[in-house]
């Protein structure tokens, strides 16, 4: 009797034994995944969007030359990576200048991975826009698509494409979250009229493209603001009604050379003192130039140590300029040899005078 109790009770135990590694061996198996269905309209564009631009976007890596102080050999040490895209088929790439400053050889990767030697065209510092060249296939060469700045409005969505800390390809989504903004250029002069976005820019991005929920090319990415150095969700891009106006210049001249009146400003407590308005106080006008064939007089001294009245620029055809970086704005809009009508005030007169631009060469 106390046998059979035995093997019994063994027979129970190996059958639960078996019960417990088979549960074991089917918790063990991948679960099976859950159907989601289709992707909702905006997944579906933003996933067109990046689709349809990234193989125009490129990685940027420049190259210094440094030389040992002892054994004063020479060797090439990355100096920085960006941003940039292509612009046309001919090879041009579009970047900020200061991803390329202070690098003696630029390196171009494209979508494909594939690299090619960079050429300097041209550079707009004030601006911090720069074309490069590269000599690639044109099917490898897919020109990015252009829209138009003059239109955005706060709120509407926008996508940034770069290489966020060498990291290849990346697409961040945001909005405009500003318009008009003023940043300041790597030679301190006053880039008007920026692209505030809250879309993630890290160091890298700089140079790529901001694009609009269509895919076309709105501004190009160029700073942020970050006590850390890092996205803070304030990011700004310079307009591309601005970029479509200095590029082709830059390809064609292989810089940008400024319309020009041939005046020097005073400071602006000078004009203060002097009870003048807002604009440009004129204290030297060049012999021959735009501004004296005008008839416009700077400020002087007569022979007894007098203040001798003299002209102030206060609008370029009826936009009014508040300083000198308002006017070269404006003017840099114009072509060489292009009438411009000023608003001028002289000893509480006001009067209109036209001028004929020259080059700032």
């Known amino acids: 009797?106390?046998?059979?109790?035995?093997?019994?009770?063994?027979?129970?135990?190996?059958?639960?034994?078996?019960?417990?590694?088979?549960?074991?061996?089917?918790?063990?198996?991948?679960?099976?995944?859950?159907?989601?269905?289709?992707?909702?309209?905006?997944?579906?564009?933003?996933?067109?969007?990046?689709?349809?631009?990234?193989?125009?976007?490129?990685?940027?890596?420049?190259?210094?030359?440094?030389?040992?102080?002892?054994?004063?050999?020479?060797?090439?040490?990355?100096?920085?990576?960006?941003t940039g895209f292509v612009w046309d088929g001919d090879g041009h790439v579009v970047t900020n200048f200061h991803v390329i400053q202070g690098g003696d050889r630029a390196t171009v990767t494209l979508n494909d991975q594939s690299s090619f030697p960079a050429k300097l065209v041209g550079a707009y510092p004030d601006r911090d826009i720069a074309v490069l060249r590269i000599e690639a296939p044109r099917d490898k060469l897919p020109a990015i698509q252009l829209g138009t700045s003059r239109d955005l409005q706060v709120g509407q969505k926008v996508y940034a494409i770069g290489n966020p800390f060498g990291l290849d390809q990346t697409l961040t989504t945001g909005i405009v979250s500003a318009l008009n903004r003023e940043i300041e250029s790597v030679t301190r002069r006053t880039i008007k009229g920026a692209i505030q976005t809250d879309a993630a820019i890290n160091p890298g991005n700089s140079g790529g493209p901001l694009l609009d929920s269509a895919g076309r090319l709105i501004g190009v990415n160029t700073a942020i603001y970050s006590p850390s150095g890092a996205s803070a969700g304030i990011g700004f891009a310079i307009p591309v009604d601005e970029v479509n106006r200095i590029v082709p210049r830059l390809?064609?001249?292989?810089?940008?050379?400024?319309?020009?009146?041939?005046?020097?400003?005073?400071?602006?407590?000078?004009?203060?003192?002097?009870?003048?308005?807002?604009?440009?106080?004129?204290?030297?006008?060049?012999?021959?130039?735009?501004?004296?064939?005008?008839?416009?007089?700077?400020?002087?001294?007569?022979?007894?140590?007098?203040?001798?009245?003299?002209?102030?620029?206060?609008?370029?055809?009826?936009?009014?300029?508040?300083?000198?970086?308002?006017?070269?704005?404006?003017?840099?809009?114009?072509?060489?040899?292009?009438?411009?009508?000023?608003?001028?005030?002289?000893?509480?007169q006001t009067r209109k005078v036209v001028a004929t631009l020259g080059s700032s060469d």
């Open 1 to 82: 009797m106390h046998q059979r109790l035995l093997t019994l009770a063994l027979i129970v135990g190996l059958g639960a034994g078996t019960g417990a590694a088979e549960a074991q061996n089917k918790a063990a198996q991948p679960r099976t995944a859950t159907l989601r269905g289709a992707l909702d309209a905006e997944e579906q564009n933003n996933i067109s969007v990046f689709k349809r631009t990234s193989p125009s976007v490129v990685h940027i890596t420049t190259l210094a030359v440094q030389r040992d102080f002892f054994s004063l050999r020479t060797s090439e040490q990355p100096s920085g990576t960006g």
């Open 251 to 348: 390809i064609r001249d292989g810089r940008f050379i400024r319309p020009a009146l041939g005046v020097t400003s005073g400071p602006e407590n000078l004009a203060k003192a002097l009870g003048a308005p807002k604009g440009v106080l004129l204290v030297d006008v060049g012999n021959g130039s735009p501004a004296a064939a005008a008839g416009l007089k700077p400020f002087g001294r007569d022979r007894l140590g007098r203040i001798v009245p003299g002209d102030v620029i206060t609008a370029v055809d009826g936009q009014a300029v508040a300083d000198l970086d308002d006017m070269l704005s404006l003017l840099e809009t114009r072509q060489i040899g292009e009438k411009v009508t000023l608003t001028v005030w002289r000893s509480g």
